[in-house]
Nanobody, 113 residues
Framework: QVQLVESGGGLVQAGGSLRLSCVAS????????WAWYRQAPGKQRELVAF???????NYAESAKGRFTISRDNAKNTVDLRMNSLKPEDTAVYYC???????WGRGTQVTVSS
């Protein structure tokens, strides 16, 4: 049974930083790509960042230069470091294994202006 558990969300002022972490279990973590998605109120879910099993990384335009995705295959974790946060970054952030469409329950990020 695959489980993805996110942590690290919270309330932060604009310009602040947060680090989201996702721990995966029940899956051969190192063999898969991983991603962070987000869903803001009234909007569709969108891809924020992606990291392949080989370490190739892609970011949404809105995340470039501010967010950093990383993985630790020894700990089965994928992190998202978010700097210079803006109110429009407010959303529920989800850890995702894209290939098999496994999703965590999400962690709320709220950025106040």
């Amino acid at each position: 049974q695959v489980q993805l558990v996110e942590s690290g969300g919270g309330l932060v002022q604009a310009g602040g930083s947060l680090r989201l972490s996702c721990v995966a279990s029940g899956i051969m973590f190192r063999s898969y790509s991983w991603a962070w998605y987000r869903q803001a109120p009234g909007k569709q879910r969108e891809l924020v960042a992606f990291i392949s099993s080989g370490g190739t990384i892609n970011y949404a335009e809105s995340a470039k230069g501010r967010f950093t995705i990383s993985r630790d295959n020894a700990k089965n974790t994928v992190d998202l470091r978010m700097n210079s946060l803006k109110p429009e970054d407010t959303a529920v952030y989800y850890c995702v294994q894209p290939g098999a469409s496994y999703w965590g329950r999400g962690t709320q990020v709220t950025v106040s202006s």
